[in-house]
Every structure is written in C-alpha cells, then in structure tokens.
C-alpha cells in the first residue's frame, strides 16, 4: 500500500494544478497567462473551474433533475429488456 503524500507533494500537484488553470483561464478571456489577473484567478479557481454556481454554470441535476449517464444506462437497459 503506498503512503500518503507529503507536504512537497501536495504543493506540488497545486502548483500544476494552478498552471492548468491558468491556461485554462487565458485561453477562454484569450488573456496572456503571466496576466496578474489571471493568477489570481487560477489560485481561486484551482479546485473546480467554474466562475460561479448559477442553474447555466452548476450542476444540471440539483437544477433542472437531469437523470445522470449511469442512470440513463440503467434505464435503456430496462426498456431493452
């Protein structure tokens, strides 16, 4: 069984994971990526990507009851029956 992760470990996959969201981020504003704004941005929006948690943006189950893929599946599986 591996061991947990250190402390270089873990800042090391945020400091990627706030790269990718920097990229992210210039590529949708067409922004440079060393942009001050930009970084702040990533660092805010490095665990989920969104801007904002509204019905268009957020999940589409908690607002509208849209039925999940595994859920879709298992009721084309029982209407194939």
Do not use: W
């Not at 994971?17 to 949708?28: C, G, N």
């Not at 990507?49 to 189950?61: E, F, K, Q």
């Not at 908690?62 to 599946?73: A, D, K, P, S």
Request: aromatic share 4%.
């Amino acid at each position: 069984m591996a061991h947990p992760k250190d402390r270089g470990e873990r800042r090391r996959k945020l400091a990627l994971l706030k790269e990718r969201a920097a990229s992210v981020i210039s590529r949708k504003y067409q922004l440079d990526v060393d942009n001050e704004k930009v970084l702040q941005a990533a660092a805010r929006q490095v665990n989920h990507l969104c801007n904002c948690s509204c019905a268009l943006c957020g999940n589409p189950r908690r607002y509208i009851g849209e039925v999940t893929f595994q859920e879709r599946r298992e009721n084309a599986d029982r209407f194939d029956r």
